[in-house]
């Protein structure tokens, strides 16, 4: 099994003036340490799970750009982007630039959204569920046209790009994972067009994989070649082996690669106590 990190709280002690310095100090320390992902969510305001949407909120692939040159060997992750708040056409324009400029490391990542407030509130449409998806689907086929190389025009429902040109190439495509565990469409979509599945880690993943399975041989797909991830919080509060425990569930239910944050990544030692107990003994599952 492979682990990720997400930081998603840039709410920290010194505050902004030392954010900068502290967050690429942790990104170091997640590189050295072995994690095979650092991620950032893709939202403007905070989100509740973690705290007030006054707290202080990086925007996305401008944070991963600077965690790039701040790191050297983990994959670059926005987990995920939601559909309403970037053109496509920009968006996979924004993953090539950072796969170029890091080597090779960016992973894309997309679902339907669900943060109306943070759109209203900026001024950004925010449509139907619905229609949510529909746009999902033409950004993942958007995807696929602009990281080949492909400039043939793209006309869809929702966009229209007469000539998708993207130079410089990514170094290589960049994975696309499609996050969220919906049974009738993203699943589907992530059999149809994902390198990688993102689901809550739990009792459930194990159903949510037969049913990913079941639309892999409806899409002719083969079920091995997508990247079973999962978020859960790498809770340290009853120890490196609970949280050990928990990960080897996760690897019998079929995950592959856990993603999650540290609830005191700003004021304790987790991260050498991730490094030191935890990777190592999971590296083997």
Same mark, same amino acid.
Not at 41 to 68: C, N, R, V
Not at 120 to 131: D, K, Q
């Given at each position: 099994?492979?682990?990720?990190?997400?930081?998603?709280?840039?709410?920290?002690?010194?505050?902004?003036?030392?954010?900068?310095?502290?967050?690429?100090?942790?990104?170091?320390?997640?590189?050295?340490?072995?994690?095979?992902?650092?991620?950032?969510?893709?939202?403007?305001?905070?989100?509740?799970?973690?705290?007030?949407?006054?707290?202080?909120?990086?925007?996305?692939?401008?944070?991963?750009?600077?965690?790039?040159?701040?790191?050297?060997?983990?994959?670059?992750?926005?987990?995920?982007?939601?559909?309403?708040?970037?053109? $496509?056409?920009?968006?996979?324009?924004?993953?090539?630039?950072?796969?170029?400029?890091?080597?090779?490391? *960016?992973?894309?990542?997309?679902?339907?959204?669900?943060?109306?407030?943070?759109?209203?509130?900026?001024?950004? $449409?925010?449509?139907?569920?619905?229609?949510?998806?529909?746009?999902?689907?033409?950004?993942?086929?958007?995807?696929?046209?602009?990281?080949?190389?492909?400039?043939?025009?793209?006309?869809?429902?929702?966009?229209?790009?007469?000539?998708?040109?993207?130079?410089?190439?990514?170094?290589?495509?960049?994975?696309?994972?499609?996050?969220?565990?919906?049974?009738?469409?993203?699943?589907?979509?992530?059999?149809?067009?994902?390198?990688?599945?993102?689901?809550?880690?739990?009792?459930?993943?194990?159903?949510?994989?037969?049913?990913?399975?079941?639309?892999?041989?409806?899409?002719?797909?083969?079920?091995?070649?997508?990247?079973?991830?999962?978020?859960?919080?790498?809770?340290?509060?009853?120890?490196?082996?609970?949280?050990?425990?928990?990960?080897?569930?996760?690897?019998? *239910?079929?995950?592959?690669?856990?993603?999650?944050?540290?609830?005191?990544?700003?004021?304790?030692?987790?991260?050498?106590?991730?490094?030191?107990?935890?990777?190592?003994?999971?590296?083997?599952?």
């Amino acid at each position: 099994m492979k682990l990720g990190l997400q930081i998603p709280d840039f709410t920290k002690p010194g505050g902004p003036t030392t954010l900068g310095a502290d967050l690429a100090a942790v990104a170091r320390a997640a590189d050295d340490a072995g994690f095979d992902i650092v991620a950032v969510m893709d939202h403007l305001f905070q989100i509740g799970i973690i705290g007030p949407p006054e707290q202080d909120m990086l925007e996305a692939y401008t944070t991963l750009s600077f965690l790039a040159a701040h790191t050297s060997r983990a994959r670059l992750l926005s987990l995920v982007s939601g559909v309403a708040l970037r053109h $496509p056409g920009i968006l996979m324009k924004q993953v090539s630039t950072l796969d170029v400029l890091s080597g090779g490391r *960016a992973m894309l990542g997309l679902g339907a959204g669900w943060n109306e407030p943070e759109a209203v509130s900026l001024g950004v $449409p925010f449509p139907p569920i619905a229609v949510r998806f529909e746009q999902l689907e033409e950004q993942l086929q958007i995807a696929h046209r602009m990281f080949s190389g492909s400039e043939e025009p793209f006309v869809g429902k929702h966009y229209r790009l007469e000539r998708p040109l993207n130079h410089p190439a990514p170094l290589r495509r960049p994975p696309i994972m499609v996050g969220g565990g919906g049974e009738r469409k993203t699943l589907r979509l992530v059999a149809r067009y994902g390198d990688a599945c993102n689901l809550f880690a739990g009792p459930h993943v194990a159903h949510k994989l037969d049913v990913l399975r079941e639309h892999c041989a409806a899409e002719t797909r083969d079920y091995d070649s997508i990247e079973k991830t999962g978020l859960l919080p790498f809770d340290l509060s009853n120890g490196p082996n609970a949280l050990v425990d928990q990960l080897g569930s996760a690897a019998e *239910a079929g995950l592959q690669t856990v993603i999650g944050y540290v609830p005191d990544l700003w004021h304790g030692k987790s991260l050498d106590l991730l490094a030191r107990d935890v990777i190592p003994q999971v590296s083997s599952l």
